[in-house]
């Protein structure tokens, strides 16, 4: 390597010039993985135009590597001039790249996707190869940064990617693509004189809590005296409706299975009969019998019945009792053996009005569709869900979740969130405010809104507005609908909306996709103890599976393993190169990779250093190497774990014919 030349080319200059006046020990190439990759050294004036070049921005071209560079420091001392020279590998002018656009929102991309957004085009000669699978990953609000930001990102999202550039290609790696194994070893005292280890455990972290997003939700509250639609008795033989009414008149949150778990206590106490009473009963003989369609005992039923609704023998009235719990939830779930909780509320002052089946179904649908062709036209716009000003432009969800705004009902803008807002239904039961959702079940990417069983609209893609088409034009993935939503269609009255005048205003709180929680590497605890550390957040992961997924490859669950090695060889390490590392005296053998090297290609003295990775076989071979020179030492009576004598500390003829050299 010594015969190569070094050559200097100035800026906005066509002329290369070779450099002979550099000092031999001062030049070196020092390279860390997805860190720093430079060339420096120190030259004297000899009053060549290549020593006149060694300015800022000229290129140095060594062994095929271009370098550009980036710092000179001139000094003068005993009559000689001398320049201290630090040059940048040529792909660090990937940062003179600007991507001032910007992608808005959260976007699932590939390290490849990235790249393109930034490179495309470049009048730099950059281009890019990735090795490697990479799942899509979301970043929010992509752009409006430097090709150099760019790489920063694609390690940040992607942990375990390398970035190596190959001249003025930028290769990105998966790790398993990266170190290879070539045969290669170092053995000390054979091809290097020092080895040393720097074991840590100060940066082990392997507890944190996970914090995951927000969104703003706007709640409508309805204050004053006022009369409601909804079905307050048994209709059709079941007290579903009721049940799904209390809920909505009493703002308790409930689910499918709560609403058969509630049914199926009233079909087991009562029958379903609203005057039964139990006299043979333990309750009964305490003088309390139990009464009514769930079999309230009296103390219980007056604790929590809601005024004005305060007869014991009406469903109505204990269905509202029930929600009046703060436990009301469990204590359905839990088979409503001992009802628990505190009281919520003593009166309702909204007022329901048994309305049956009376109202005009298609009214509440004929207003659903009127709605949602008004924004016919309107551009589609990604990420555009601006509930002040919609005709600005919406995308998908923006579209749909505008619509169910419009009627009192808060959905999120956002497809995977919009998921648990309805329940599935069949392709056969849609109907006017249905969602249709493309995609599976949590990585849903479109919805359309159902005009009636035939008929959706939506807002289709950038460059295009919102449309009508038939659902068989672009056949969704699977249906679901909204209990709201739904009792609006068949009802003709907006979620909330009155029969008499009323006050209305809306309530905005923030709220998290997911509760934040606690993330651990049980494994690590159990070995080093709990070492906690701070949250972890993410702006862009919006379902807990998914950011406990991600948050665990951020744990440090392990000391950090330093291993640096003084090489007796004068030739550039490759990078990447999974290495046989092997110690004799501290009966330690163990692969690693080399993740950084400072190598001196023309000193005669100075030696090359190697950096070597850490993983957790390196670990556990260091610690199998430990406690064997500890088993060692205390068989043997020694007070010395570095005994050099008690074995070969060199390789055999055969061991160099089967590792290779």
């Known amino acids: 390597m ?5 050559l200097v080319q100035a800026i906005n200059s066509s002329s290369v010039d070779r450099l002979m006046s550099f000092l031999p020990d001062s030049f070196n190439i020092g390279w860390q993985m997805n860190s720093d990759f430079q060339l420096t050294f120190t030259a004297f004036n000899d009053g060549t ?11 140095i071209k060594f062994d095929d590597t271009e370098y550009v560079i980036k710092q000179v420091t001139p000094d003068h001392s005993q009559g000689i001039e001398t320049v201290n020279v630090t040059a940048t590998h040529i792909y660090n002018e990937v940062s003179r790249i600007f991507q001032r656009s910007v992608k808005k929102g959260d976007v699932d991309y590939t390290p490849s996707d990235i790249l393109e957004y930034f490179l495309k085009g470049n009048k730099f000669g950059f281009s890019y190869e990735v090795i490697g699978t ?33 001249g003025r290609k930028i290769v990105v790696y998966t790790k398993d693509k990266f170190f290879k194994d070539n045969g290669h070893r170092i053995d000390y005292l054979n091809s290097a004189t020092e080895v040393s280890f720097e074991y840590d455990s100060t940066e082990i972290i392997n507890q944190v809590r996970a914090v995951g997003p927000t969104y703003e939700k706007k709640t409508k509250v309805v204050t004053g005296t006022t009369s409601l639609d909804g079905v307050t008795t048994k209709k059709d033989g079941s007290w579903e409706a009721a049940i799904r009414y209390g809920a909505v008149v009493t703002n308790s949150k409930i689910d499918d299975k ?20 139990n006299y043979t009963d333990s309750n009964a003989a305490a003088g309390h019998p139990s009464k009514g369609i769930v079999q309230f005992i009296d103390i219980t039923f007056n604790n929590y019945a809601i005024k004005p609704y305060t007869n014991m023998l009406k469903g109505w009235d204990q269905i509202l009792a029930v929600y009046n719990s703060t ?34 179904s298609s009214g509440g649908a004929a207003k659903v569709i009127a709605d949602a062709k008004k924004y016919l036209g309107v551009p589609y716009v990604w990420g555009g869900h601006n509930k002040s000003n919609p005709r600005a432009g919406m995308d998908c969800s923006g579209f749909v979740s505008q619509v169910y705004h419009d009627f009192g009902i808060e959905i999120p803008a956002y497809t995977v969130s919009m998921e648990s807002y309805g329940k599935q239904i069949s392709r056969s039961q849609v109907q006017t405010g249905d969602m249709l959702f493309y995609g599976p079940h949590g990585a849903t990417h479109h919805i359309a809104l159902a005009l009636d069983n035939k008929t959706m609209i939506f ?3 950038p460059g295009e507005s919102c449309k009508i088409e038939p659902i068989s034009y672009y056949p969704p993935s699977w249906y679901a609908r909204n209990d709201k939503m739904a009792k609006i269609v068949a009802g003709g009255a907006s979620a909330g909306s009155s029969s008499t005048s009323e006050k209305t205003s809306y309530k905005t709180s923030t709220e998290s996709y997911f509760k934040p929680f606690i993330v651990q590497d049980d494994a690590s605890i159990k070995k080093w103890g709990i070492h906690p550390g701070g949250d972890i957040t993410s702006e862009t992961i919006k379902k807990a599976d998914q ?75 260091y610690e199998k190497a430990h406690y064997k020179n500890l088993q060692t030492s205390q068989s043997a009576g020694q007070t010395s774990a570095t005994n050099t004598d008690s074995g070969q500390e060199t390789w055999t003829k055969e061991e160099v014919s089967q590792f290779g050299a």
Do not use: H
């Open 547 to 621: 950011m406990k997924k991600w948050v665990l490859t951020q744990l440090k669950p392990d000391p950090t393993l330093s291993v640096t090695v003084t090489s007796t060889s004068r030739s550039l390490p490759i990078a990447g190169d999974m290495v046989r590392l092997e110690i004799r005296p501290k009966q330690f053998v163990t692969n690693m990779g080399i993740v950084g090297y400072t190598v001196y290609p023309f000193s005669k003295t100075a030696s090359t250093t190697i950096t070597l990775n850490q993983n957790a076989k390196t670990i556990i071979d």
């Open 327 to 360: 436990n009301y939830y469990n204590n359905i779930i839990n088979g409503w053996g001992n009802p628990s909780g505190s009281r919520r509320m003593d009166s309702l002052k909204i007022t329901p009005s048994d309305s049956g089946s009376s109202s005009s």
């Open 459 to 461: 807002e289709p893609q």
């Open 258 to 277: 709560f609403v058969q778990a509630f049914l199926y206590i009233i079909q087991r106490e009562s029958r379903g009969q609203e005057n039964v009473v």
């Open 2 to 6: 010594i015969n190569k030349p070094v």
């Open 134 to 166: 990479f799942a899509k990953q979301k970043v929010t609000d992509l752009g409006n940064c430097s090709g150099k930001d760019a790489l920063s990102k694609i390690v940040e999202v992607w942990p375990d990617s390398i970035i190596y550039p190959n």
């Open 49 to 59: 135009p290549a020593f006149n070049n060694l300015t800022i921005e000229s290129t």
